[in-house]
């Protein structure tokens, strides 16, 4: 069975520009999570869907970042306008339900210059 | 709100060895559950075990074990008989409604 796939894989963009990442979670899976990553640090969680839903999205810096996830499959995550502290690593995570084991994704390193 | 502290930022370990890496949690939530999760230099996450804080027995897997201390809130992790491939970053993380990662201990075994 696949596991979580993102794309791309890695990402450099200038500043002010736009950027989209793409997960693809397990087949089954109705939870789906988006975290960032700063190097040396834990993940932190940027939103959490349940299905359509996002249920957990406090960390979420709203004013650049959007994120969706049609028919409870696929999610993107964006962010426009690009800033330098940007920059880190995109994790993407789905589970089936909040207390069971997150399978992760292989992450898109952003860097923005 | 949870935090979930991880107060050794680096360890190492002879192969072989037992090792123990630490983990705090602060939580309101009567229901929860705790993970150890492991990431090596090539990033992918994976699981390396998983407690529901209402069972009192200390899950296990394998070579790893955890200690929990509900009324403490202590998380250890141990590691016996150490191997190469265990050379990774450890993360604690907890989830009652919403789910914390502490900062990771960088573990390294020495041949």
């Known amino acids: 069975e696949a596991g979580v796939v993102q794309s791309p894989r890695y990402k450099i963009i200038e500043k002010k520009q736009p950027v989209a990442f793409w997960c693809n979670p397990i087949s089954g899976h109705n939870t789906l999570y988006w975290y960032r990553q700063n190097l040396g640090q834990g993940p932190e969680l940027l939103i959490r869907y349940e299905n359509e839903e996002a249920v957990d999205d406090s960390q979420l810096p709203k004013d650049r970042f959007s994120a969706e996830r049609l028919k409870g499959v696929d999610s993107t995550l964006k962010i426009q306008p690009a800033e330098l502290g940007d920059s880190a690593v995109y994790l993407c995570?789905?589970?089936?339900?909040?207390?069971?084991?997150?399978?992760f994704g292989p992450g898109t390193r952003l860097t923005v210059l | 709100a949870q935090t979930v502290t991880q107060s050794q930022p680096e360890m190492s370990v002879q192969e072989a060895e037992t090792v123990t890496l630490s983990c705090t949690y602060d939580?309101?939530?009567?229901?929860?559950?705790l993970f150890w999760y492991k990431q090596p230099p090539s990033r992918q996450m994976i699981l390396v075990i998983r407690q529901e804080a209402y069972k009192q027995q200390n899950a296990t897997e394998n070579r790893f074990s955890v200690n929990f201390q509900k009324a403490a809130k202590s998380f250890s992790l141990k590691i016996s008989d150490s191997q190469l491939g265990d050379t990774a970053m450890y993360f604690c993380a907890s989830t009652g409604n919403q789910f914390y990662f502490g900062t990771g201990t960088s573990l390294t075994v020495i041949p």
């Open positions: 995570a789905s589970s089936f339900g909040l207390t069971n084991e997150q399978f």
């Open positions: 939580t309101s939530e009567n229901n929860y559950y």
